[in-house]
Nanobody, 117 residues
Framework: QVRLVESGGGLVQPGGSLRLSCAAS????????MYWFRQAPGKQRGTVAF???????NYVDSVKGRFTISRDNAKNMVYLQMDNLKPEDTAVYYC???????????WGQGTQVTVSS
């Protein structure tokens, strides 16, 4: 059984930083692509960033240069470093895992990020 648990959300002023963490249980982490999604009130959930098994990173245009995704396969952890935060980054952030064979996928419960002065 795989479980994803996010942490690190909170309230931050514009221009500030937060680091989100996602802890994964189970044995498939090193064979999975890891994503961060976000969902703002009244909007659809969308991809923020993802990182491949080999460490290749991709970002949505709106966060390029401000957010950094990373993973630690030894610890079953994925991180999202968020710098220069803007009010439009306010959302619930979700960790998502997809095994490379596509047969298994899991969501975390989400963590709230609020950017406001």
């Amino acid at each position: 059984q795989v479980r994803l648990v996010e942490s690190g959300g909170g309230l931050v002023q514009p221009g500030g930083s937060l680091r989100l963490s996602c802890a994964a249980s189970g044995s498939i982490f090193s064979r999975s692509i890891m994503y961060w999604f976000r969902q703002a009130p009244g909007k659809q959930r969308g991809t923020v960033a993802f990182i491949s098994v080999g460490g290749n990173r991709n970002y949505v245009d709106s966060v390029k240069g401000r957010f950094t995704i990373s993973r630690d396969n030894a610890k079953n952890m994925v991180y999202l470093q968020m710098d220069n935060l803007k009010p439009e980054d306010t959302a619930v952030y979700y960790c998502y895992m997809v095994s490379i064979d596509g047969r298994q996928s899991y969501w975390g419960q989400g963590t709230q990020v609020t950017v406001s002065s």
